[in-house]
């Protein structure tokens, strides 16, 4: 059991934090059960370690054993090494360490609905969007531009483990994926405040689709709207100015999932 905070792989584990860091040692942290319970139960042999408290483990046994069958190194921890290990301020009793997600445009097996992110800077909305794309079916999520780091501990926490559902793809060239995207038939939908309503598209939206979401505070770049084949917006019936991002895409990727399904 560890229980010294100044362990040097306590110290180690809480410099995850830092991009450099993760980048460096080519892991990154997972916390919370149901975030470690996705990785272990989708990606198991990714998992380093897994560290636990003594009241983690009476309460989620069925977690444990996930972990006792993936080849981590497990520990029993402190509550007081957790919390300095976590980047959270109340952990919630159980961090995992896993090898770094990779994922490039040639995982995509099918492209038939995907979310495309550029320059969203914010963990908790990306993750967000990834966790919507899941829930409506996505078969990719691409970050591209200057988006948030992927393995960022709040983008990790907010996507509620839905990162390791799906490909989750860094790029850095938006049109190099717009331009791989198109080459497979996808027509490409730019959600933006001033478009075509999605009531409008319903025909289109039975066809594949990769909607591109920008910026929270700027949208997406005039470039980006002028590879689209089309400018969509979600509609507003009531007195609300606008949608935030997440909620935004939620709406359009799963008016995608319906049309594409038939319902």
């Given at each position: 059991m560890i229980t010294n905070p100044a362990d040097p792989q306590v110290k180690a584990i809480a410099r995850l934090s830092q991009r450099s860091r993760r980048d460096e040692a080519g892991v990154f942290i997972v916390e919370g059960p149901q975030a470690v319970r996705e990785l272990l139960t989708?990606?198991?042999?990714?998992?380093?370690?897994?560290?636990?408290?003594?009241?983690f483990a009476e309460k989620h046994g069925a977690i444990i054993q996930l972990a006792e069958r993936s080849p981590a190194v497990m520990d029993e921890v402190s509550d007081k090494v957790l919390e300095v290990m976590a980047d959270t301020v109340n952990p919630q009793g159980v961090i995992a360490v896993a090898q770094t997600l990779s994922h490039s445009l040639s995982s995509i097996d099918e492209v038939r609905l995907v979310a495309v992110c550029d320059e969203i800077r914010d963990p908790g909305n990306a993750g967000a969007v990834i966790r919507a794309a899941d829930a409506a079916g996505a078969d990719a999520v691409i970050l591209t531009g200057a988006s948030v780091d992927l393995h960022n501990p709040k983008l990790v926490r907010s996507s509620?483990?839905?990162?390791f559902h799906l490909p989750i793809i860094e790029h850095d060239d938006l049109a190099d994926v717009i331009e791989w995207l198109m080459g497979r038939g996808v027509t490409i939908l730019a959600a933006a405040a001033d478009g075509e309503s999605i009531p409008s598209m319903s025909t289109i939206l039975t066809k594949p689709t990769a909607w591109l979401f920008g910026n929270e505070a700027h949208g997406l770049s005039e470039d980006a709207r002028a590879r689209a084949d089309h400018i969509v917006s979600v509609p507003i019936y009531g007195k609300a100015e606008s949608l935030n991002l997440a909620t935004a895409a939620s709406v359009?990727?799963?008016?995608?999932?319906?049309?594409?399904s038939g319902a």
């Open positions: 989708f990606s198991p042999n990714s998992v380093v370690d897994v560290f636990y408290t003594a009241a509620t483990g839905s990162i359009c990727l799963y008016a995608s999932a319906f049309a594409q």
